[in-house]
């Protein structure tokens, strides 16, 4: 089928216009030239709010959305605890899926929907923008090859808006870098603090490589609280306090993504890639999970 997917042009849904959807319509409407992304085109955009139009992009329902035959993808851009329904909703209907992170709060869900992407025949791409920042790149090379001892990443950053799910899933950014950059990991113990009305929240968890070595993360967030990453890895010989500072990439992070969606979509993307990123997706949402749980039975 990847054959036949490459010569087309391939018709998409955007569902959700906040911020990341009016930047998934404005990427599909001026795709990098040469680019795989050239071969998608914006179909119409789904949302709760009555919108005539975005960016001359025609409002459509979500019905409409699942139904038209030149409809093959759809983006997922709305609150986290929505991503589950309408992923399932557009694979059930045989559309490929492009989904922020997480796609789904818990790590059953998301293991159901895998199964119903690949019963389905088609893609299921879960967005990892972290992973494609230049300073993240570039803290991958410094740690290549070296023996971590032990480790911190510590985030902090504003309120979390209703219905981002628990820390463990609307953080799970922070933890795919740890997981991408030192393999798999296990849950020892993690703790959740929380001080509603100050609007203040602090969960800890401790992990361990595979290797038993400890890395520590925690999410931090109150109302006002700038956004910051702070690391500690402590290597053999050699620590590491602070994310490497490298210079913005030319091409935006949501164009990347969309670019390496598109070319899983014409059958560019080799089957070991597509299974390696598979596990490490759903390594993290099993990690979130425990996490939760962990925190959860402590909170009884």
């Keep these: 089928s990847s054959v036949c997917l490459s010569n087309r042009m391939l018709g998409a849904v955007v569902v959700g216009v906040g911020t990341a959807g009016a930047v998934r319509i404005r990427d599909m409407l001026t795709p990098l030239a040469g680019s795989?992304?050239?071969?998608?085109?914006v179909q119409g955009f789904v949302s709760r709010r009555k919108l005539d139009a975005h960016q001359d992009v025609k409002q459509i329902s979500a019905e409409e959305a699942v139904s038209r035959e030149d409809i093959h993808a759809a983006f997922i851009c709305t609150e986290n605890d929505s991503h589950e329904d309408f992923v399932r909703m557009f694979l059930e209907a045989g559309k490929h899926v492009c989904v922020e992170y997480p796609m789904a709060l818990s790590?059953?869900?998301?293991?159901?929907?895998?199964?119903?992407?690949?019963?389905k025949g088609v893609v299921l791409h879960e967005e990892h923008i972290e992973l494609l920042t230049e300073d993240y790149k570039q803290l991958k090379k410094e740690v290549e090859g070296k023996t971590l001892l032990?480790?911190?990443?510590?985030?902090?950053?504003?309120?979390?808006?209703?219905?981002?799910?628990?820390?463990a899933f609307s953080g799970i950014a922070r933890l795919s870098w740890l997981v991408d950059l030192f393999g798999e990991l296990s849950v020892r113990a993690a703790t959740f603090e929380e001080d509603a009305k100050q609007g203040y929240s602090k969960m800890t968890a401790q992990l361990l490589t595979s290797d038993s070595k400890p890395l520590t993360w925690i999410e931090e967030r109150q109302a006002g609280l700038p956004r910051t990453k702070k690391i500690n890895f402590v290597f053999d010989g050699f620590t590491l306090t602070q994310?490497?500072?490298?210079p913005r990439g030319t091409v935006g992070l949501f164009m990347q993504d969309l670019i390496l969606f598109s070319a899983k979509l014409s059958g560019q993307v080799s089957t070991e890639e597509l299974d390696r990123e598979r596990v490490r997706i759903l390594h993290c949402l099993g990690l979130a999970q425990k996490i939760q749980e962990l925190c959860k039975t402590l909170k009884r």
């Design 36 to 41: 795989a992304a050239e071969k998608l085109i």
């Design 107 to 119: 790590y059953q869900a998301a293991a159901q929907l895998w199964d119903l992407a690949q019963k």
């Design 150 to 167: 032990e480790g911190s990443l510590h985030f902090a950053g504003g309120a979390l808006k209703p219905g981002f799910g628990f820390p």
């Design 243 to 246: 994310i490497p500072p490298a």
